[in-house]
C-alpha cells in the first residue's frame, strides 16, 4: 500500500450509518517510511458515534478511556503544519495498557495502579490490550479529525488476543476460571428474573449456558451463583422513578438508553410527546419477519387508563404469532405525528438493511391515519376487524343477562357488518335493531353513545379496505390480552399516570417474556414457556381439536356442537357457525375473546355448503370482482387489468401451495428452472488470449476468497 505523507491527499470520510466502526472506513497508510500508522479523516462532530462503534465490537466488547490529552487555543501557533493538533487524545483499550495477570505490571511510568472499577466491561480485568488509537482535531481544519490507529488489534505484546470470546486462555487474574458470559446467556437470566422463575432454576440454566464455553467446576459454579444473586438483587431494586417528576424521568431513561430509542420529542405548546422504543433485538425481529411479510398494529392502547395511550407495532413469527417489535407513545394521531415515527422507524430499518420494505400494514382502527402509511411503507392497507368485534361481545356479556338475547344482538350486529356488500341500508337496520331490542337499555345506551355517530365511518372503511383473517385477528388479540395482563396487574399506586413506569414494564417484563418465547421455540429448550407460547393463540389451540370433535346442525345451521377434550362430558354451544360473529358459551369467549371454538367450527364451515364464507375471502373476491368490472369491454385496460388479476392470482396460489405442502423439496422441484448469469462467464464465440489466461489467473485467488467468504456467511 503506498504511503501518504500530507494529510490533503487523504478524502474525508462520513459513513451513512448512525454509528461506525473502524470496518466502516477506509485506512490509509499516513507518515513517513520509517515510521507509518493507518489514518483516516472523519468530521470531527462524529467522533463520539466512532468511538460508540469501536465499543460495539462483537469479537472484542470493550470500552476506551482517555489515557493522554492535550488541547491548545486557536491562534496560539503561528507556524503549524498540515498535521498541527488543536486538540490530541490518546484512546486506550480498557482492558489495557496494563497487565494484571500472571507476569503482568504497572506502566514504568506510574508508580500506583489506577482504580480500573466501570472502566472495562469486568472490572479490575486490565490484561495488557496494546489497542489504542489518536484522535487529533487539526488546527488548521477545527471541523475534521484525524484518526491514527497505532494497533487495531486487540492482543497483547505477545501478539495474543488477550480478552473477548476469542480469548483461549484469558490472560488476567483466575481469569481462566471466570466464565465468560455472552449477551444471549445473560439476557436468558435476566428474562427469567423478570419473569418470577426461582432462582435455583434460573442458576441450572445459567450454568448450562456457561458450560458451551467453559467446563464446569466448583469454582465457576461458585462464580455464576455469586452472578445470578446479584443480578436478582439489581434487578429487584431497580424502579422505574428517576426523577420524581415523569417528565424528567423520561429524559434521564431516554439519555441512557440511546439505542433503543427511534425517535423522541418533549411536549410543548406546539409539538405533542411522542416516545418511539425498538430494542436492537426488536430491530432484528423487524428485518427478519417483516420484510416483504405483514405488520399489524395495536393502537390506543389503554387510552383511558394511561397517562399517553400506547400503540405496538406488530410482525408475525415464524408461527404466526404477533411479535411486538416496536412501540410507540403519544397521544397525538394526527396526520404529521404519525409521518414523524413512521419515517424515523423506517430510516431506522434501512439504516441497517436498505432494501428492506413490508407488503402489507393491518390496522384495527377506523380512524388511523392510512395516507403516511401508502406513502412511507408504500404498502397496501389491510383492516382488522379483533377490535369492534371484541368491543360488542364484551359489551353485551357486561350489559346483558340473559344468554338468548346476548347470541340474538350479537349476530344481528355481525348481519349489519355483512351487509356492506348486500347493499342494505344501514340507517334502517340500526332503527329495527334499537326496536327489537329496546328492554335491553344499559347496551343499546352505550350503542348509541359510543357506536351510531360513527358506525358509517367503521363499515365505510371495512368496505374500502381488505379485510384480515381470523388468524390474524386473533394473534393481534392475544397480544392484546398479553399486554393487559402484564400491565394492569400492578398494585403501585399511581403508577398508570406514569409514563416511565410504562416504558420500565415494556422494556423489563413485555420484552423478556417474548425474548424468552422466541429462545425456547427456536432452540427447543424451556419446554413449558415453548408449550404455553405455541397455544398461546386461539387459532393454533383450534388446530389441535379433531373434526371428529365438531358436530353441524344441518338441518337450519343455527349453531355448532364441540365437545370438550379434557372432559367428554362438557359440550361448547357455537351459535351463527361460519360467521365471525359466533357466539360461543367457553369463558374465553364470555370476556370477548376469539375463541378456539368458534374457529375450529368456522374452519368446518369452509368446507361445507351453505354456510357463508368468512368476510376476509368475501373482501377478497369483492376485489377481484371490482378490477374486472373497470376496464372498458375488449379494451386494451381490459387486457391489462386481466394480466395483472392473473399475475396476482398465480401469487396467491404459489403461496397457498408452499402453506400447505407437507414437503418444501417436492414445490421447489416444481418450480421453473431459471438460469442466472455467472460473472467472468467468457462470450460465445470469443477467443481466449493469451492475456485473458494471465488475467485470470491473477484473479483466481479473489474469486476463491469470495467463495470462502460466501460460505462463511451461509455458516453465520
Not at 319 to 338: E, G, M, N, Y
Not at 599 to 606: L, R, T
Request: aromatic share 10%; hydrophobic share 35%.
Amino acid at each position: 500500500m503506498d504511503i501518504v505523507e500530507s494529510i490533503h491527499d487523504l478524502p474525508v470520510q462520513d459513513p451513512p450509518v448512525e454509528e461506525f466502526s473502524s470496518a466502516d472506513l477506509t485506512w490509509t497508510k499516513f507518515g513517513t517510511y520509517e515510521n507509518h500508522d493507518d489514518a483516516a479523516l472523519i468530521p470531527y462532530d462524529r467522533v463520539d458515534e466512532f468511538i460508540i462503534g469501536e465499543c460495539s465490537n462483537l469479537e472484542y466488547p470493550t470500552q476506551f478511556h482517555i489515557e493522554r490529552g492535550r488541547k491548545r487555543k486557536k491562534g496560539s501557533l503561528r507556524e503549524y503544519s498540515d498535521d498541527e493538533f488543536l486538540e490530541y487524545k490518546l484512546y486506550w483499550c480498557s482492558f489495557g495498557p496494563e497487565n494484571y495477570g500472571e507476569g503482568g505490571g504497572t506502566l514504568p511510568s506510574r508508580k500506583y495502579r489506577l482504580n480500573t472499577r466501570n472502566r472495562a466491561a469486568r472490572p479490575q480485568s486490565m490484561r495488557g490490550c496494546t489497542c489504542n488509537f489518536v484522535v487529533k482535531r487539526l488546527y488548521a481544519r477545527p471541523s475534521l479529525a484525524l484518526l491514527i490507529y497505532h494497533q487495531r488489534r486487540h492482543v497483547n505484546k505477545s501478539g495474543f488476543v488477550c480478552h473477548g470470546p476469542l480469548d483461549g486462555d484469558a490472560i488476567g487474574p483466575a481469569a481462566k476460571t471466570v466464565p465468560y458470559i455472552c449477551n444471549e446467556i445473560q439476557q436468558q437470566t435476566m428474562s427469567m428474573i423478570y419473569l418470577g422463575v426461582p432462582e435455583e432454576n434460573i442458576l441450572e440454566k445459567h450454568i448450562e449456558g456457561i458450560e458451551r464455553y467453559c467446563p464446569s467446576n466448583a469454582k465457576v459454579n461458585s462464580l455464576a451463583s455469586q452472578y445470578v444473586h446479584k443480578l436478582g438483587m439489581i434487578i429487584q431494586r431497580s424502579t422505574h422513578e428517576l426523577d420524581l417528576d415523569d417528565q424528567a424521568s423520561i429524559r434521564m431513561w431516554v439519555e441512557r438508553n440511546r439505542k433503543s430509542i427511534f425517535i423522541h420529542q418533549d411536549a410543548s405548546e406546539t409539538d405533542p410527546f411522542i416516545l418511539g422504543i425498538q430494542t436492537e433485538w426488536q430491530l432484528q425481529q423487524l428485518l427478519r419477519f417483516g420484510h416483504r411479510s405483514l405488520i399489524a398494529v395495536d393502537s390506543t392502547f389503554g387510552i383511558k387508563r394511561l397517562k399517553y395511550p400506547l400503540c405496538t407495532l406488530l410482525v408475525f413469527d415464524s408461527r404466526q404469532h404477533a411479535l411486538p417489535v416496536a412501540w410507540i407513545i403519544t397521544r397525538s394521531f394526527s396526520k404529521p405525528d404519525v409521518s414523524k415515527w413512521m419515517t424515523a422507524l423506517l430510516g431506522r430499518a434501512h439504516s441497517v438493511e436498505p432494501g428492506w420494505k413490508a407488503s402489507g400494514f393491518l390496522i384495527d382502527d377506523a380512524a388511523a391515519e392510512t395516507d403516511p402509511i401508502r406513502d412511507i411503507f408504500g404498502c397496501p392497507v389491510l383492516f382488522s376487524l379483533w377490535r369492534v368485534r371484541r368491543s360488542w361481545l364484551r359489551n353485551i356479556v357486561k350489559k346483558c343477562n340473559n344468554i338468548e338475547v346476548q347470541r340474538e344482538l350479537f349476530k344481528r350486529l355481525g348481519n349489519i357488518v355483512h351487509g356492506i356488500w348486500g347493499g342494505s341500508d344501514t340507517a334502517v337496520a340500526l332503527e329495527q335493531l334499537t326496536q327489537d331490542f329496546v328492554d335491553q337499555t344499559a347496551f343499546m345506551e352505550y350503542f348509541k353513545s359510543y357506536w351510531v355517530p360513527k358506525i358509517e365511518m367503521w363499515l365505510s372503511t371495512m368496505r374500502t379496505l381488505p379485510l384480515a383473517s381470523q388468524e390474524a385477528s386473533g394473534a393481534i388479540e392475544a397480544y392484546h390480552v398479553k399486554l393487559k395482563v402484564k400491565l394492569f396487574d400492578d398494585s403501585h399506586l399511581g403508577a398508570l399516570q406514569r409514563v416511565d413506569w410504562l416504558v420500565h414494564k415494556l422494556t423489563t417484563e413485555l420484552h423478556s417474556a417474548y425474548w424468552l418465547d422466541r429462545y425456547a421455540d427456536e432452540c427447543d429448550s424451556f419446554q413449558n414457556v415453548k408449550e404455553e407460547y405455541i397455544a398461546s393463540t386461539s387459532w393454533h389451540r383450534a388446530l389441535q381439536i379433531p373434526d371428529s370433535a365438531v358436530t353441524l346442525d344441518d338441518k337450519n345451521r343455527l349453531f355448532a356442537k364441540v365437545s370438550s377434550q379434557k372432559d367428554s362430558s362438557i359440550v361448547h354451544m357455537v351459535w351463527n357457525p361460519g360467521s365471525e360473529f359466533s357466539f360461543c358459551d367457553c369463558m374465553w369467549s364470555m370476556q370477548g375473546n376469539i375463541c378456539k371454538h368458534v374457529i375450529k367450527v368456522n374452519m368446518i364451515c369452509e368446507s361445507h355448503k351453505g354456510y357463508q364464507p368468512s368476510m376476509s375471502f368475501q373482501s377478497f373476491k369483492e376485489l377481484l370482482v371490482s378490477i374486472s368490472k373497470k376496464p372498458m369491454e375488449d379494451s386494451i385496460s381490459q387486457d391489462l387489468s386481466m394480466a395483472w388479476t392473473m399475475q396476482m392470482l398465480e401469487q396467491v396460489r404459489n403461496l397457498v401451495e408452499v402453506t400447505r405442502a407437507e414437503d418444501i423439496g417436492a414445490v421447489v422441484n416444481n418450480l421453473p428452472l431459471h438460469w442466472a448469469a455467472r460473472k467472468g462467464r467468457t462470450g460465445v464465440g470469443k477467443p481466449s488470449t493469451s492475456l485473458a489466461l494471465r488475467s485470470g489467473k491473477r484473479t483466481a485467488p479473489s474469486r476463491q476468497k469470495t467463495r470462502k467468504r460466501r460460505r462463511l456467511s451461509r455458516l453465520t
